[in-house]
């Protein structure tokens, strides 16, 4: 099934509003400043993606390459639970973390079905790499080195 641009527009203003609210929400939460921090500037990132979404006219949807972007594949390994107002950071990064694999997939399964628009999805799809290696560095830093 082929998605319109204009579909393709309010979907990707969707997902990038609700990661955004994701990490603004538990970064309010946790008790852990450099979590805090970290969320908060995901926050931000999504941010700029959704205004992306929202600025993006269809003959922007052209050209560049997106970089490689390590993965550290720790979302297959990790097991997550929902997480509630009791949950521990470990929670919350875990899930984050496995919240970025997803919209990772989603990038590049658009990216894979279209044409004209691959490379913008490529480079989403590198943004949320990004973050999710963020995610996992830390993860790697302060929770594994706690256990």
């Known amino acids: 099934m082929a998605i319109t641009f204009a579909e393709l527009v309010k979907l990707g203003i969707q997902k990038e509003s609700e990661a955004e609210a994701f990490y603004r929400y538990w ?7 450099g979590g ?3 969320l908060t500037e995901l926050a931000e990132e999504e941010a700029k993606h959704r ?3 929202e600025n993006l006219k269809e003959s922007d949807m052209r050209g560049g390459q997106a970089g490689e972007v390590m993965d550290l594949h720790m ?3 990790l097991l997550s639970d929902d997480i ?7 929670d919350v990064l875990i899930t984050a973390i496995k919240r970025e694999a997803k919209a990772i997939k989603f990038y590049s399964d658009l990216a894979a079905q279209s044409s ?10 590198a943004e949320e790499k990004k973050h999710k290696l963020r ?3 830390y993860y790697d830093d302060y929770i594994l080195t706690e256990d």
């Open 27 to 33: 970064a309010g939460k946790l008790n852990d400043p």
């Open 36 to 38: 805090q921090t970290l």
């Open 51 to 53: 205004v992306f979404f």
């Open 75 to 77: 979302s297959d390994y």
């Open 84 to 90: 509630s107002e009791q949950s521990s950071i470990q």
């Open 116 to 125: 004209n628009m691959r490379s913008s999805f490529e480079k989403l799809a």
């Open 135 to 137: 995610l996992e560095t």
